[in-house]
């Protein structure tokens, strides 16, 4: 069992960056391809970013790209997602993800979630 707890949400102003944290709770973590999630109010989850194993690699949503780095720390046992220039749009609760299989985790059939964090942008 790994257990993802995340941080770092709030509420601010569009144009701003935040940056959220995801903690595993076990060193099985580097085993794990994470990711991040986002839900908005009415809406499906939906993909944001992704990172492999190695951190080597990552993946993006389009409507993030150019805006949100995901980066990780194996040593920390931590995921990261830096977002920049957010927009209103962005506006949603996130959920980190991990899975052993990084396509599963890219088309969202993840093994653990976080309990997600709120982020509001306002205009």
């Known amino acids: 069992q790994v257990q993802l707890v995340e941080s770092g949400g709030g509420s601010v102003q569009a144009g701003v960056s935040l940056r959220l944290s995801c903690a595993a709770s076990?060193?099985?973590?580097?085993?794990?391809?994470m990711g991040w999630f986002r839900q908005a109010p009415g809406k499906e989850r939906d993909f944001v970013a992704a990172i492999k194993r190695s951190g080597i690699s990552t993946y993006y949503a389009d409507s993030v790209k150019g805006r949100f780095t995901i980066s990780r720390d194996n040593d920390k046992i931590t995921v990261y997602l830096q977002m920049n220039s957010l927009k209103p749009e962005d506006t949603a609760v996130y959920y980190c993800a991990a899975d052993s299989d990084y396509n599963s985790l890219l088309a969202g059939v993840v093994d653990y979630w976080g309990q997600g964090t709120q982020v509001t942008v306002s205009s």
């Open positions: 076990r060193r099985t973590f580097n085993n794990y391809a």
